[in-house]
């Protein structure tokens, strides 16, 4: 399984489409989270070039730079991301130096209108086939609807017990990693 942050086409709180800045925190623990739960890799998306060289300065102090040495596990952790500007250079790079071309599968706070999001399990079931899979999160107040119908699988929000349901990204992704990918074999 392959992991994507999109920051382009997601939602401001108003429901238009916009394209989102990344924030340094995202990279960090979802990069630490994607490590843990042994991810293929993890893909920062966006079309702003003034942000790409962002995380790639970002990306470099913890690879190449200071960083690497101060914190080597933060290292390998963020040696696992890719900056690309679009879902469609993800999905050629995962087809090129992956398996293929993935089954993408995106994430949703909300029940979405279109069609029921896939359980955990069934995604679970879904990544023994031996095929690539890419899990999408989008940064803001989440993905657009377009983008959302063109999935081949959205998958089932987080729901707490409040009623409430505004986590941030990074949080849903642990979150939704470990439902996934977790070692259920605990004492």
Same mark, same amino acid.
């Given at each position: 399984?392959?992991?994507?942050?999109?920051?382009?086409?997601?939602?401001?709180?108003?429901? @238009?489409?916009?394209?989102?800045?990344?924030?340094?925190?995202?990279?960090?623990?979802?990069?630490?989270?994607?490590?843990?739960?042994?991810?293929?890799?993890?893909?920062?998306?966006?079309?702003?070039?003034?942000?790409?060289?962002?995380?790639?300065?970002?990306?470099?102090?913890?690879?190449?730079?200071?960083?690497?040495?101060?914190?080597?596990?933060?290292?390998?952790?963020?040696?696992?991301?890719?900056?690309?500007?679009?879902?469609?250079?993800?999905?050629?790079?995962?087809?090129?130096?992956?398996?293929?071309?993935?089954?993408?599968?995106?994430?949703?706070?909300?029940?979405?209108?279109?069609?029921?999001?896939?359980?955990?399990?069934?995604?679970? @079931?879904?990544?023994?086939?031996?095929?690539?899979?890419?899990?999408?999160?989008?940064?803001?107040?989440?993905?657009?609807?377009?983008?959302?119908?063109?999935?081949?699988?959205?998958? @089932?929000?987080?729901?707490?017990?409040?009623?409430?349901?505004?986590?941030?990204?990074?949080?849903?992704?642990?979150?939704?990693?470990?439902?996934?990918?977790?070692?259920?074999?605990?004492?």
């Amino acid at each position: 399984m392959y992991v994507a942050l999109t920051h382009y086409p997601v939602v401001n709180k108003n429901g @238009e489409i916009i394209t989102s800045a990344v924030t340094n925190l995202d990279l960090h623990d979802i990069a630490r989270a994607v490590r843990t739960f042994g991810a293929k890799a993890f893909y920062v998306v966006t079309p702003l070039a003034d942000q790409k060289r962002l995380v790639e300065k970002i990306v470099s102090h913890w690879t190449k730079g200071f960083g690497s040495t101060y914190n080597p596990k933060r290292r390998r952790a963020l040696e696992m991301i890719h900056i690309k500007e679009s879902m469609a250079q993800v999905v050629e790079h995962i087809a090129v130096f992956g398996a293929g071309i993935p089954k993408v599968t995106v994430t949703c706070a909300r029940d979405t209108d279109t069609r029921p999001g896939m359980s955990y399990k069934e995604f679970q @079931e879904l990544l023994q086939n031996g095929k690539p899979h890419l899990l999408v999160f989008g940064t803001a107040w989440g993905l657009s609807q377009p983008f959302i119908a063109k999935a081949d699988y959205i998958l @089932e929000p987080i729901k707490g017990n409040t009623g409430y349901n505004h986590l941030s990204v990074r949080c849903a992704a642990a979150i939704i990693l470990d439902r996934l990918m977790g070692n259920r074999n605990l004492n």
